[in-house]
């Protein structure tokens, strides 16, 4: 196995770990290319008691996997994941973010998306 086999084994691995929802909400990543931007549509959440995150407004469950309809809090939007990440954690107020692994997840993602954005090829949010 060469490296670059062995680190997508390993990041493959850890994206099947279990990670606590931040409670403030999450983020749908993707990308405008005919912008050139990264975006990041900000949602909110409750957290239930059984640690699964639901919409405020109807108490259902939000599906981690398929199409929901709902309405954004925030569209954030930034030309690299840098910039997105200065809009999001320094400019505004009360960043939507409390979690630091939340945090980090996004970064990474943004940087995903960038590489992505750059060179052209398919971007999935992990």
Known sequence: MDL??????IDNKLSHRHIDLDPNGYF?????RDAGLICAKHFTN???????AVD??????????GKVERT??????GRTAKELCVKIFEE?????VT???????????FIRAEI???????YVQD
């Open 4 to 9: 670059l086999e062995n680190l997508t084994a």
């Open 28 to 32: 749908i990543i993707y990308l405008d």
């Open 46 to 52: 409750v957290i239930d008691d059984r640690g699964l």
């Open 56 to 65: 405020p407004e109807t108490g259902k469950v939000i599906p981690a996997k």
């Open 72 to 77: 954004h809090t925030t569209l954030f939007s």
């Open 92 to 96: 505004t107020q009360s960043p939507p």
């Open 99 to 109: 979690m630091l692994d939340h945090a980090a997840y996004l970064g990474r993602e």
């Open 116 to 122: 992505a954005l750059v060179t052209g090829k398919e």
